[in-house]
């Protein structure tokens, strides 16, 4: 069963910065593209980046375009996600997982725990 680590996450102030990780094991990593979701408190899990299995491409949810870059290490099965300029509307549980560039679905149904971000004063 793929497995999927996240960590890094924690409580920031406005304006702060957190470098997320998410390790992964037992698929082809670098065949796929990966991606970063986060669910916020009461709404449904959204994509937020996701980039090629190269790390040529990435694409952003608006809402993050400018403050957030993902990236990857396909030598180290582990996918980043570089989060600046942090606003109380990106707190959330933070999930990485595989898939198809630019699709919003996620390739496996296995998640792993995920890492809290929360941005609070």
């Known amino acids: 069963q793929v497995q999927f680590v996240e960590s890094g996450g924690g409580l920031v102030q406005p304006g702060g910065s957190l470098r997320l990780s998410c390790a992964t094991s037992?698929?082809?990593?670098?065949?796929?593209?990966m991606k970063w979701y986060r669910q916020a408190p009461g709404k449904e899990r959204e994509l937020v980046a996701d980039?090629?299995?190269?790390?040529?491409?990435?694409n952003y949810v608006d809402s993050v375009k400018g403050r957030f870059t993902i990236s990857r290490d396909n030598a180290k099965n582990t996918v980043y996600l570089q989060m600046n300029s942090l606003k109380p509307d990106d707190t959330g549980v933070y999930y990485c997982?595989?898939?198809?560039?630019?699709?919003?679905?996620?390739?496996?149904?296995?998640w792993g725990q995920g890492t809290q971000v929360t941005v609070s004063p």
């Open positions: 997982n595989a898939g198809i560039y630019y699709n919003k679905d996620p390739a496996f149904r296995s």
């Open positions: 037992r698929f082809s990593f670098s065949l796929h593209a």
């Open positions: 980039i090629t299995p190269d790390g040529g491409r990435t």
